[in-house]
């Protein structure tokens, strides 16, 4: 095989019980089957026999039931029973997630811990690929795509394996290409390649998931002979509706649009001065009648900013597209809002509109693939970032009105809500270049399916899970110190970008600032920051009260953002009693050496670790202290400069 199984690798267990041998399953359906298939595969391997599938009810074994009436949609149910263990599902996919659940409890030993019930708490639980049809991946830290080589569509084990490990962690909504939908995958929706997109949507299916694509907005200019994808011409309206009938007929179970419109020039209804209400909503309407869902994207901005203007705000902009659409988009529309106001840096605020907009479907999309956080080559667990988040209360209704209330559906009663994952997988053996990577797969499934489960506990589940009991307590404590630790040799206190422009990897701290992005430091020789408050940009204006007062004031900013809101001078002092030159120099010389201490960790793991696996990760660690000493005496290097302060401790700044 030439892929890992990740944490569906079953390893041999000690404590066999009888009950196990036996499977009675008293429910059926397609997914059903897929968790019979499951729980005989995982048996097969953990206890060296295929146990006895018996297809009624058994006073032994483990039994499966579908039990409508169970709260919490596709909740299950776990339980001891005399002689075995009962699966309870509230549906189909219930069962399935059950069955997951028992298998992961047989894995880490956890039998004791039941009566357990679970329910998904995020609606939807997406993962967006951005996977392009000729086989590579925008933003693809792990090899060339598993889905496409050269316009063509595999269907393999590999395949298989995916959607097993998708389902495995609650994933229910695959969208299968890039939101930059490029000439060839435009024809996607249509005959050119729809039957192969069913060979998916009917593997998905088989557990529980949607598949959706991403559609180019102009695609009727592209797909016929239209000069224009005006969304309010009704030719336009009804081509779309064509093409959708035509998805329909072919994949009834198809989930719906993906789209990224006006922004980093795709196409939109900017272009015939239409609201991207109106974009959204005439896609929408092609594909209400058989259910489907259009996904519309906020990232939009302008990407043609001058440097020399300091008014215009990148972070501004979403916000400012959007607010003014709040409760004009069809209840088949969900809006989908990266967690920050920029794009994906290692320190952001949440984005301002989780606040603003409250008559609209929202999803919260992070970035798994780590773009701005070291590329699947630098370990950071991005959990614990993923968890502020979710945490952030934004005020739209009174205290405690937090990402997750809303994303959860709880605070405005929407059932069409949840998070969506740009996904770090490749073609790479272990699927995510750097082994420990996975763990940010598996934890985004394991957070939107329930989030109270801390970063930690899901840092230790994936590690038991993936390379072993052993070395758990080593592994999660590296994890969970990995984000600060990149966060400290990487730009400071939020100002983000200062990396090499394009590919976004290693430091270059003016690479951005002339550029027309938007995304700038503002260093001189007297301090950095960019000034956000009223005075300045007033992007703080854009949250609920009291965050615009706490933002914008210098002395109540959370100090983790204080350059992202504001211009402060090298020598003003931290709450630490830091100068703020001071700061960058320690957290800079600190991280670089988080990371050599990490590094001897690691190998002090190597007895307990598989040898292919202490390797690949290794290799990983050390080009990971390469890059750490170039961002640190670069970003030294280049404040001394600026500075000219001294550091107290008189470490080794290059001049
Ligand atoms: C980032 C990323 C792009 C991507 C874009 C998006 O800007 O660098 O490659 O297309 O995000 O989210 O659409």
Same mark, same amino acid.
């Given at each position: 095989m030439n892929f890992s199984k990740c944490w569906l690798d079953y390893q041999p267990i000690k404590n066999v019980e009888k009950a196990f041998s036996t499977l009675s399953v008293s429910c059926s359906g397609t997914v059903v089957e897929s968790a019979v298939q499951e729980y005989c595969l995982a048996m097969k391997a953990m206890t060296g026999s295929e146990p006895e599938v018996v297809r009624t009810e058994s006073e032994e074994g483990v039994s499966l039931y579908l039990d409508s009436s169970l709260s919490g949609k596709d909740g299950y149910e776990l339980r001891k029973k005399e002689k075995g263990y009962t699966v309870t599902g509230q549906s189909e996919s219930g069962v399935l997630y059950g069955v997951f659940e028992l298998l992961r409890l047989i894995r880490t030993e956890k039998l004791a811990d039941l009566p357990l019930t679970g329910a998904p708490e995020m609606p939807l639980r997406i993962m967006n690929h951005w996977d392009n049809m000729d086989g590579s991946i925008e933003r693809g830290y792990s090899?060339?795509? %598993?889905?496409? /080589? $050269?316009?063509?569509? %595999?269907?393999?084990?590999?395949?298989?394996?995916?959607?097993?490990?998708?389902?495995?962690?609650?994933?229910?909504?695959?969208?299968?290409?890039?939101?930059?939908?490029?000439? /060839?995958?435009?024809? =996607?929706?249509?005959?050119?390649?729809?039957?192969?997109? /069913?060979?998916?949507?009917?593997?998905?299916?088989?557990? +529980?998931?949607?598949?959706?694509?991403?559609?180019?907005?102009a695609a009727p200019m592209e797909l016929a002979d239209f000069d224009n994808c005006d969304p309010l011409n009704p030719q336009v309206a009804d081509w779309w509706k064509e093409a959708a009938k035509h998805i329909y007929e072919c994949i009834p179970e198809f989930g719906g649009f993906l789209v990224k419109a006006d922004s980093e020039g795709r196409p939109g209804p900017f272009t015939y001065d239409r609201t991207h209400a109106d974009g959204a909503n005439m896609l929408a309407r092609a594909v209400a009648p058989y259910g489907g869902i259009v996904i519309w994207r906020c990232f939009v901005y302008n990407c043609g900013q001058d440097w020399r203007d300091t008014k215009?705000?990148? &972070?501004? &902009?979403?916000?400012?597209?959007?607010?003014?659409?709040? +409760?004009?988009?069809?209840?088949?529309?969900? =809006?989908?809002?990266?967690?920050?106001?920029? $794009?994906?840096?290692?320190?952001?605020?949440?984005?301002? =509109? %989780?606040? +603003?907009? /409250?008559?609209?479907?929202?999803? =919260?999309?992070?970035?798994?693939?780590?773009?701005?956080? +070291?590329?699947?080559? $630098?370990?950071c667990y991005l959990l614990p970032m993923w968890r502020e988040i979710l945490d952030f209360d934004t005020y739209a209704e009174g205290e405690g009105s937090t990402v997750l209330k809303i994303v959860k559906g709880e605070l405005y009663g929407q059932n069409l809500c949840g998070m969506a994952a740009v996904i770090n997988t490749g073609d790479d053996y272990n699927w995510t270049g750097n082994d420990l990577a996975a763990a940010n797969t598996y934890g985004y499934g394991r957070l939107a399916m329930n989030p109270s489960q801390s970063p930690e506990s899901i840092a230790r589940e994936w590690t038991a899970l993936t390379l072993g009991a052993r070395v758990e307590e080593p592994v999660t404590d590296m994890l969970m110190k990995s984000w600060s630790t990149y966060e400290k040799y990487t730009s400071p206190l939020g100002i983000g970008w200062m990396v090499t422009p394009h590919y976004h990897y290693g430091p270059d701290v003016d690479g951005y600032e002339y550029d027309r992005w938007g995304t700038y430091h503002r260093a001189d020789r007297n301090g950095l920051g960019v000034d956000r408050t009223p005075a300045g940009t007033g992007y703080t204006s854009q949250y609920n009260e009291p965050w615009p007062g706490i933002y914008a004031d210098r002395e109540k900013c959370p100090e983790e953002l204080l350059l992202f809101f504001h211009y402060v001078r090298y020598d003003e002092k931290l709450k630490s009693g830091k100068t703020l030159i001071q700061h960058i120099y320690d957290t800079h010389f600190e991280g670089v050496e988080e990371v050599e201490a990490m590094i001897e960790a690691w190998r002090g793991l190597a007895p307990k670790l598989s040898a292919d696996v202490y390797e690949r990760v290794m290799e990983r660690m050390e080009r990971q202290l390469a890059n750490a000493i170039e961002w640190r005496d670069r970003i030294n290097t280049y404040f001394y400069r600026k500075s000219g302060a001294a550091d107290e401790k008189g470490r080794k700044i290059y001049e």
């Open positions: 090899g060339n795509s %598993f889905f496409y /080589k $050269d316009y063509e569509i %595999f269907y393999n084990e590999r395949t298989e394996q995916y959607a097993r490990m998708m389902a495995s962690i609650g994933i229910n909504a695959i969208v299968i290409n890039n939101v930059n939908v490029h000439e /060839k995958e435009t024809y =996607l929706i249509t005959d050119t390649y729809l039957q192969r997109v /069913k060979k998916y949507s009917d593997l998905f299916c088989r557990y +529980g998931i949607r598949l959706y694509t991403s559609v180019n907005f215009t705000d990148r &972070a501004r &902009a979403a916000y400012d597209n959007f607010i003014d659409l709040d +409760g004009c988009f069809d209840d088949n529309v969900i =809006l989908q809002i990266k967690n920050g106001p920029m $794009d994906f840096q290692v320190r952001e605020p949440v984005s301002p =509109l %989780f606040g +603003g907009l /409250k008559k609209t479907n929202m999803i =919260l999309e992070v970035q798994i693939a780590q773009e701005y956080t +070291g590329q699947q080559i $630098d370990l």
